[in-house]
């Protein structure tokens, strides 16, 4: 899996990546949500280059605190890096099912949940 922005030591941002980062902005997008590195950051609003921007820029999140390979250290902290923790692993809420639920627009009433099984 590619990831558009990682920072860890092992990992690096993916110059391949940095289209899809400008066509997400260019739209309008508000949040990425990235895996596959084994730590937690999260980023203020940025633009494609990684500045910031509090008008129009993405909120990242690298998410890989459940992998089963061990912690990572981080290696030059980012701009915009809010928050990050490399020592700390997480786990699913369940381990042989699934939750979904779709939170209706303001004014509208519409609400779907409800859980399944895993295979």
């Known amino acids: 899996m590619k990831r558009a922005r990682s920072k860890s030591a092992a ?4 110059p391949e990546m940095k289209p899809l980062w400008q066509a997400l902005y260019a739209a309008g997008a508000d949040v990425v949500i990235n895996g596959n590195n084994h730590d937690y950051d999260r980023f203020a609003p940025q633009d494609p280059h990684g500045n910031p921007d509090s008008q ?8 890989g605190t459940d ?7 981080f290696g030059k902290i980012r701009a915009n890096s809010e928050i990050r923790q490399a ?4 786990s699913p809420p ?3 099912s699934y939750d979904w639920e779709l ?11 409800s859980s399944g099984s895993c295979h």
Request: glycine share 10%.
């Open 103 to 113: 939170v209706p627009e303001a004014g509208k009433s519409f609400h779907d949940s």
């Open 56 to 63: 129009r820029g993405i909120c990242e999140f690298v998410v």
């Open 94 to 96: 369940h381990a042989s």
């Open 67 to 73: 992998g089963k390979h061990s912690p990572r250290t």
């Open 11 to 14: 990992h690096g941002n993916d």
């Open 87 to 90: 020592d700390t692993r997480s």
